[in-house]
């Protein structure tokens, strides 16, 4: 099938940054309806892109930790996704599947009999993402990220319960999730909790927002939902963050006090 969704000449539409975050308002008090006027089509309120750019430091990280309204498994997975893919400005694509699962090979049996086949997914970015047009995502490159999950949070969670805190990080802005999709239009993309044909196992693009982190929104959080956090957590977390440079150490320990009521 010369037109399957990936291939040259159908290429993976992929979502947007500017594309509706209908979680953000719930998570700050930014207004949902008070658009910039001057940027056609962007979903952002006007006060986000009011805020001034840090061009020198990555506000990413303390955007994350100090939203209390994330889930534990939420906030580990935003952490998780920056360690991971921070200086994949295209992204990466991923999978949610069983340990055990041999998806690799799933997934390039759907394409080794194309008359395009390049090892890979070709992809098409949006304006808003990077310098180029096109891409390609090789098979081999494809992780599990429930696997990579578990593993390094030493947590064991469904899968279901995973692409939930993914959705909920795109619905929020701090990542853009384009999932494939047989229709391959940009609205039929987006993530969501609704089951849509496409290839088995899901075929997930992820790829961290520019403005969650060039711009410190982390005074700007609400404080109705403050999350219990437990001590598997807590050391889940210094797990992760101990080898990302941003984070800085003493400052995680002070927060851990402070917002998590443990040491």
């Given at each position: 099938m010369s037109d399957r969704v990936g291939t040259e000449f159908n290429r993976w539409q992929l979502v947007p940054e500017d594309c509706d975050r209908p979680l953000l308002p719930?998570?700050?008090?930014?207004?949902?309806?008070?658009r910039h006027p001057n940027m056609d089509g962007t979903q952002l309120p006007k006060r986000i892109l009011s805020i001034q750019q840090n061009h020198e430091q990555d506000c990413y990280v303390k955007n994350v930790l100090t939203n209390s309204n994330l889930s534990n498994v939420e906030l580990l997975l935003a952490i998780l996704l920056y360690r991971e893919i921070q200086f994949e400005f295209s992204g990466a694509v991923f999978t949610i599947c069983r340990s055990g699962v041999d998806y690799s090979s799933k997934i390039e049996s759907c394409y080794e009999h194309t008359e395009e086949y390049c090892g890979g997914l070709m992809v098409e970015h949006p304006k808003d993402c990077t310098d180029y047009d096109s891409d390609v995502f090789f098979f081999a490159e494809v992780e599990n990220l429930l696997t990579l999950f578990n593993e390094e949070s030493a947590m064991s969670i469904e899968p279901k319960t995973l692409r939930s805190a993914l959705i909920n990080l795109h619905q929020v802005g701090y990542v853009t999730v384009s999932q494939m999709s047989a229709e391959n239009k940009v609205t039929s993309n987006i993530i969501s909790q609704g089951t849509r044909k496409g290839p088995r196992p899901s075929l997930?693009?992820?790829?961290?927002?520019?403005?969650?982190?060039?711009?410190?929104?982390?005074?700007?959080?609400?404080?109705?939902?403050?999350?219990?956090?437990t001590k598997k957590f807590v050391f889940a977390l210094r797990q992760l963050t101990s080898d990302i440079p941003e984070v800085d150490q003493e400052e995680l320990e002070a927060l851990?006090?402070?917002?998590?009521?443990t040491q």
């Open positions: 719930d998570h700050t008090d930014f207004d949902k309806l008070n997930l693009h992820v790829r961290l927002c520019s403005w969650m982190r060039n711009r410190n929104i982390s005074k700007s959080w609400n404080k109705v939902l403050v999350r219990k956090r851990c006090l402070q917002q998590f009521g």
